[in-house]
C-alpha cells in the first residue's frame, strides 16, 4: 500500500474546509465551544483524541482496502 502526495494533500484540503465551517457559520458557537474545552481535564482531553485518531485510522483503512 502506497500513498501518493496527491492522496495526501487533498486529505490535507479537505481538513482546512471541514475545520474552517464552525468559524465561518457561527463565529459565537465556536467561541462557546473553546471555553467549554478549556474547562476539560486534560486527562479526558487525551483519551478524546486517542479514540479520534483510532476511528480516522480506521476510517482511512476500511476506505482505502
Not at 478549556?38 to 479514540?51: A, E, H, M, S, W
Not at 483510532?54 to 482496502?65: D, M, T, W
Given at each position: 500500500?502506497s500513498i501518493?502526495w ?13 475545520e ?13 465551544t ?17 479514540i479520534?485518531?483510532?476511528l ?10
Amino acid at each position: 500500500m502506497s500513498i501518493e502526495w496527491h492522496d495526501l494533500g487533498a486529505g490535507f484540503a479537505l481538513y482546512l474546509v471541514l475545520e474552517g465551517v464552525l468559524p465561518f457559520l457561527s463565529p459565537p458557537a465556536l467561541k462557546r465551544t473553546l471555553a467549554t474545552i478549556g474547562t476539560v481535564p486534560d486527562r479526558q482531553l487525551r483519551v478524546f483524541g486517542l479514540i479520534s485518531m483510532a476511528l480516522g485510522c480506521l476510517l482511512l483503512y476500511l476506505i482505502r482496502s
